[in-house]
């Protein structure tokens, strides 16, 4: 039996499919993983074969390049996040943990602002946001899925990568998508008025191919998962990079010490005062976490 060699673009009820060349194939995962508590995930580059009977089975995982906690996947070589600043309002706290989520994985994130077009959206607000993102030194674009501005701009960001979608349920990100791509290649949902958040339409995470291009829409959450600890928040928290030995004592923390450049530029008006008490306010949260 042949040895071939490629990704895994899906993973549902213990069956994965691998893509290999322009062809899927349905493969299972030999026992010897679970034997080495090895799991392989969406985005693994992996050695398998095919048997006489048209059976896939997979023999090994290759290492990863980067990978997401949580949705996982792996291998991905950007990552777009998709927030709104009305129904649902995604708040600038969120929006930094879906970057620094980005950061960890080694990938610069671009932000793209949907539902710009919306009647209830403060334009004033919808500045305001796109500035403080724009001076983090991340790539921002406005858009909208109904009146299609800038799609061709996205679309031309997604050419021959694969890219991780992310952002939180109900900010269009599969309506985005299929206004992209100018078809349904993703499912879509309202938002719910009763709770004023979205419905989670994207219930797995599988990379789409289309094209030139592999897309991973990833289910929508309220909540992020990652690992860092206080020092390294301290040095990539958006924004926060460029303050790297500008404070006065070196392992600065930004938060009581003195000499610190980051308050300084908080108190003349620099730093958004919102997202320092944001980053003090996750700064908090790992350090609790650490206690127990």
Request: aromatic share 10%; hydrophobic share 35%; charged share 25%.
């Amino acid at each position: 039996m042949e040895l071939k060699n490629g990704f895994i673009t899906s993973l549902s009820g213990g069956l994965y499919t691998v893509y290999k060349d322009g062809v899927f194939y349905k493969c299972k995962a030999r026992g010897v993983f679970r034997a080495k508590g090895v799991s392989p995930i969406v985005g693994d580059y992996v050695d398998f074969q095919i048997d006489e009977k048209n059976n896939g089975y997979i023999l090994k995982v290759h290492p990863r390049k980067n990978r997401l906690l949580r949705p996982p996947i792996a291998n991905f070589e950007q990552v777009m996040i998709i927030v709104s600043l009305a129904h649902p309002n995604i708040s600038l706290s969120m929006i930094s943990r879906y970057i620094l989520v980005s950061l960890l994985a080694d990938v610069t994130p671009i932000i793209i602002i949907n539902k710009v077009d919306r009647e209830d959206l403060d334009k004033d607000y919808l500045e305001y946001m796109t500035n403080i993102l724009k001076s983090f030194d991340y790539e921002v674009i406005q858009t909208s899925a109904k009146t299609k501005i800038n799609l061709d701009l996205i679309k031309s960001l997604l050419a021959n990568k694969k890219t991780v979608i992310t952002g939180q349920s109900g900010v269009g990100k599969s309506s985005l998508l299929n206004a992209i791509f100018e078809h349904e290649l993703i499912p879509t949902q309202d938002i719910s008025t009763a709770l004023g958040r979205g419905r989670h339409t994207t219930r797995v995470v599988e990379y789409y191919p289309y094209q030139n291009c592999f897309i991973a829409d990833t289910p929508g959450y309220s909540f992020i998962e990652f690992k860092i600890d206080a020092q390294d928040l301290s040095q990539i928290y958006p924004g926060f990079e460029k303050y790297l030995n500008k404070c006065k004592f070196r392992g600065c923390l930004h938060e009581n010490e003195v000499g610190c450049q980051v308050k300084v530029d908080v108190e003349k008006g620099i730093m958004p005062k919102e997202h320092y008490e944001d980053y003090l306010s996750f700064l908090k949260e790992i350090k609790t976490k650490k206690e127990y």
